[in-house]
């Protein structure tokens, strides 16, 4: 995704701060004597937040939340149509069915776009940059694929490849080649599932976030991973960071600060290493 922190943050420090400040300020202060802080993250979705508060987001969460004095209070939610829906249900709103909104949401894409279409939260805070991966099995896709995907992709005219539904690689996948590959895009509901797929021979591959991909396969000694170049695909990666309403601002400065000192002294690296995944510095 396209990523243009400076010039949102930029805008929103342009709001008339005579209406902003009060607010701001007694938001912090409720969360300070409150003692908890209340993070949203997804439910289900390995390796960055599963049952019983674990998971990359959980563990960031509590690091957050400890460095801000705070007791993290990890919040599951289940994922919604969108992007857009989830920050409504998770940060500015809350659920229709009642779910109540947290204090900051865990894993939003830190992009100019989202944030354009969504002027109740602020998005800030990019503490890993997520990818696009293919995990294969060579003995089906025999050769690694990058560059034009007339060519790197022409196997899947024969080969089935699996991706999540409504993801990205999903989109992709569907409008390259004129369609040509739409028959052979396999659907699941999770690259996890994707990847159960592909060990069970049901697919010969699967296109998906890098960081699910490596949870998924571990366990499937044959099973090849690496990060493709596609020339049609223009967006191929993206930072994750964290979402507060649009009027927290000294919520989302002391985040920031605490996100930044956690990068620089090695705890999110630390974080991502325990899980096995491999840490993309933004």
């Known amino acids: 995704m396209k990523n243009d922190r400076r010039r949102w943050l930029k805008a929103i420090a342009a709001l008339p701060m005579a209406v902003a400040l009060p607010a701001m300020a007694d938001g912090l202060e409720s969360i300070r004597q409150r003692g908890r802080l209340r993070v949203a993250v997804y439910n289900d979705f390995a390796p960055y937040s599963m049952a019983g508060g674990k998971g990359i987001d959980a563990d960031i969460a ?15 939610y289940n994922a919604d149509e969108d992007m857009n829906d989830d920050l409504r249900n998770m940060v500015w709103k809350g659920h ?33 940059t997520e990818m696009l991966a293919l995990a294969r099995n060579p003995e089906r896709v025999p050769k690694p694929l990058s560059g034009s995907a007339a060519v790197a992709l022409e196997i899947f005219t024969r080969e089935k490849i699996g991706v999540e539904t409504t993801s990205l690689a999903d989109s992709f996948l569907l409008g390259v080649m004129n369609g040509r590959l739409r028959e052979n895009v396999v659907h699941f509901k999770t690259v996890a599932d994707a990847a159960k797929g592909m060990a069970e021979g049901k697919v010969s591959a699967v296109l998906g976030a890098r960081g699910e991909m490596e949870a998924a396969i571990k366990g499937m000694d044959k099973v090849v991973l690496e990060t493709p170049k596609f020339a049609e695909l223009k967006i191929d990666s993206w930072p994750l960071g964290m979402a507060v309403k649009v009027e927290e601002q000294a919520l989302a400065e002391a985040l920031g600060r605490a996100m930044a000192d956690l990068k620089a002294d090695g705890t999110i690296a630390g974080i991502f290493k325990r899980h096995g995944i491999t840490y993309q510095p933004t």
């Open 96 to 128: 229709y069915l009642g779910t109540q909104p947290s204090d900051v949401m865990m894993h939003v894409p830190v992009d100019e776009y989202l944030a354009r279409a969504n002027d109740k939260v602020r998005i800030f805070g990019a503490y890993h």
């Open 62 to 76: 509590r690091a957050l939340a400890g460095k801000l004095g705070l007791t993290a209070e990890v919040v599951g």
